[in-house]
């Protein structure tokens, strides 16, 4: 089980994977798991295990 943002996700998968599943923008986000930042270009390949903590902090504009 994933703790995403603090709450708890049974979900197997890539980083891309699990933003597709949650339906955020992408080009809007940075993703850290276990408190390391992941580059956009290996969300695809990295895959989350059991117990990782992933942040997900999604950028807005405006002022």
Known sequence: MLKV???ELNFTG???ELLDYLKLNQS???VLVNGEIIK???WEEYLLKND?????????GGG
């Open 5 to 7: 943002n603090d709450k």
């Open 14 to 16: 890539s980083i891309k």
């Open 28 to 30: 809007s986000c940075a």
């Open 40 to 42: 956009r270009e290996s």
């Open 52 to 60: 990782d903590y992933v942040e997900i902090v999604s950028f807005v």
